[in-house]
């Protein structure tokens, strides 16, 4: 009798957990980005550009950290959100942009990595949805 109230009791957890995610989670990989974006690379004006994309989608921004490599367009930046975070690390060598969105709430996620997505105009994408919570 005991393992049958056990098992009602995480099987109950479990269906309410699938029925109230708390955030969107978006993985990219951006891949076979023209060499010209990463040479012409601004990293203050993409900075200014990735707040306005937070921004515009209803996403809070509190930090940011950014560490600059040194070669053009070679960088990583964490930003640090009321709803979660943003990472994007970059491989200019490699063409290869990573970008991991999670929020909750009612930012719009989906819409702001679009943004940061055609910022760098890839010719492959792929992109990962984890429903968290």
């Known amino acids: 009798m005991l393992i049958y109230k056990f098992l009602y009791k995480h099987i109950a957890y479990i269906l309410n957990y699938m029925n ?5 989670h978006l993985i990219v990989d951006l891949n076979q980005i023209d060499k010209k974006v990463f040479a ?4 203050v004006k993409f900075d200014l550009y990735v707040k306005q994309v937070l921004e515009s989608n209803s996403i809070t921004l509190i930090d940011t950290i950014t560490n600059d490599f040194g ?3 070679a960088f990583t930046s964490l930003y640090l959100l009321a709803e979660s975070h943003l990472s994007i690390h970059t491989w200019p060598e490699h063409g290869y942009v990573a970008l991991d969105l999670f929020t909750c709430g009612q930012a719009n996620t989906e819409r702001a990595v679009e943004q940061l997505i055609e910022y760098f105009s890839p010719l492959n994408i792929q992109i990962k949805s984890i429903i968290r919570g």
């Open 40 to 43: 012409e690379f601004n990293l």
């Open 71 to 73: 070669s053009p367009g």
């Open 20 to 24: 109230h995610p708390v955030g969107t």
